[in-house]
T-cell receptor, first 115, second 112 residues
């Protein structure tokens, strides 16, 4: 596997379920990101991790809980989601410490549907 | 102040034509302006980026024009090809921070 991979690619869950999204980067990068991409809306940065430390949390509801156990893996734990949380969730990584002008490499995303 | 307005929402261009997508920002603290290309089923990929100290940057068929006083920047795709059909996003970034603001995207279709 090369680049940034995300699993699962598609996920359907009920509002009371708990699920997790997984991201893995094979690029040796130091920073990882979670984004939310909704139709007709701008891409929204949710979380940034630099060297496994969370450095940004853009007022994301607590029903989204990120975890970065090492510099290659990033998880997004989901619980008691709402239908409006249905979106494409994108993971990205960058070589530097994150932020600014680092080139970010995106995974293909997980298409989440909340029923 | 944190918005980036992108237009048009969709664009259809004949093969060989010029595709032009425009973005406008409000916050003068932004100092890095990338464009991303996204194909269906894929994540966005960085296409080209510019800093406000230059008015134009060209990479192959892709050119960014930047107007600092108007707080506007645009992507020009010369000799557009069917393979360029994708969604394009502009962004404005305050470097040194994690403030990334994206446009809403332009869906480009290049007719063969």
């Amino acid at each position: 596997e090369t680049g940034v991979t995300q699993t699962p690619r598609h996920l359907v869950m009920g509002m009371t379920n708990k699920k997790s999204l997984k991201c893995e980067q094979h690029l040796g990068h130091n920073a990882m990101y979670w984004y939310k991409q909704s139709a007709k809306k701008p891409l929204e940065l949710m979380f940034v991790y630099s060297l496994e430390e969370r450095v940004e949390n853009n007022s994301v509801p607590s029903r989204f809980s990120p975890e970065c156990p090492n510099s290659s893996h990033l998880f997004l734990h989901l619980h008691t989601l709402q239908p409006e949380d249905s979106a494409l969730y994108l993971c990205a990584s960058s070589q530097g410490s994150g932020g600014g002008t680092d080139t970010q490499y995106f995974g293909p995303g997980t298409r989440l549907t909340v029923l | 102040q944190q918005q980036v307005k992108q237009s048009p929402q969709s664009l259809i261009v004949q093969k060989g034509g010029i595709s032009i997508i425009n973005c406008a920002y409000e916050n003068t603290a932004f100092d890095y302006f990338p464009w991303y290309q996204q194909f269906p089923g894929k994540g966005p990929a960085l296409l080209i980026a510019i800093r406000p100290d230059v008015s134009e940057k060209k990479e192959g068929r892709f050119t960014i024009s930047f107007n600092k006083s108007a707080k506007q920047f645009s992507l020009h795709i010369m000799d557009s090809q069917p393979g360029d059909s994708a969604t394009y996003f502009c962004a404005a970034i305050h470097s040194g921070t994690y403030k990334y603001i994206f446009g809403t995207g332009t869906r480009l279709k290049v007719l063969a």
